[in-house]
């Protein structure tokens, strides 16, 4: 690690992100967020050298994004067992062969699972290693997180006439905008 000493860099408005430009001097700068911040040129330049280029970083949030379903999580684990054909992972989803075969042809087009043929019969199991580990790196993640105590539903007390009905969060009704007269 090189002892070279932060460069401080003035940033402008961010009108990708809409931030307005905090307020020059006074209290309001001072706890302006991001009104400056410390940038380490040689780290960077290191880093961006070893990025990944945009058609990897594509393919791989499609990846993500396929194994992003819950259906197909457990299609995967079932096919992370054993090979399996369709009316065996229909039973073991609990989908329909139709649901199941529509999940499967997804993965097959990411290439995540692989098909083979037996006669009439259609077997279906992991790709390769990478998407195993892929899977068994996950679900490490998963198992080795402290599972965390379920929060109490927040309530609010309502303002209707008994006032003391109260109502979990997640029922309450959000008002509308309005649309503007013209």
């Given at each position: 690690m090189t002892n070279e000493a932060p460069r401080r860099i003035r940033l402008?408005?961010?009108?990708?992100?809409?931030?307005?430009?905090?307020?020059?001097?006074?209290?309001?700068?001072?706890?302006?967020?991001?009104?400056?911040?410390?940038?380490?040129?040689?780290?960077?330049?290191?880093?961006?050298?070893?990025?990944l280029d945009e058609r990897s970083c594509g393919a791989l949030a499609e990846i993500f994004k396929v194994l992003g379903d819950l259906t197909r999580?457990?299609?995967?684990?079932?096919?992370?067992?054993?090979?399996?054909?369709?009316?065996?992972?229909?039973?073991l989803v609990g989908l329909s062969e139709s649901a199941v075969?529509?999940?499967?042809?997804?993965?097959?087009?990411?290439?995540?699972?692989?098909?083979?043929?037996?006669?009439?019969?259609?077997?279906?199991?992991?790709?390769?290693?990478?998407?195993?580990?892929?899977?068994?790196?996950?679900?490490?993640h998963v198992e080795e997180t402290a599972p965390r105590a379920p929060s109490p539903p927040r309530v609010r007390r309502s303002s209707g006439r008994g006032g003391a009905e109260r109502v979990p969060v997640s029922r309450r009704r959000v008002p509308r905008p309005r649309a503007a007269k013209a």
């Open positions: 402008g408005p961010d009108p990708a992100h809409g931030r307005p430009k905090p307020a020059s001097g006074g209290a309001a700068a001072a706890h302006a967020a991001c009104a400056a911040f410390h940038a380490h040129p040689s780290k960077i330049a290191r880093v961006r050298r070893h990025q999580v457990r299609i995967l684990d079932a096919l992370a067992q054993a090979e399996l054909c369709v009316c065996d992972l229909a039973a075969s529509h999940q499967l042809r997804l993965l097959r087009g990411m290439r995540v699972v692989r098909a083979r043929r037996a006669g009439r019969m259609v077997f279906y199991a992991l790709d390769d290693e990478h998407i195993c580990g892929l899977f068994e790196q996950g679900l490490g």
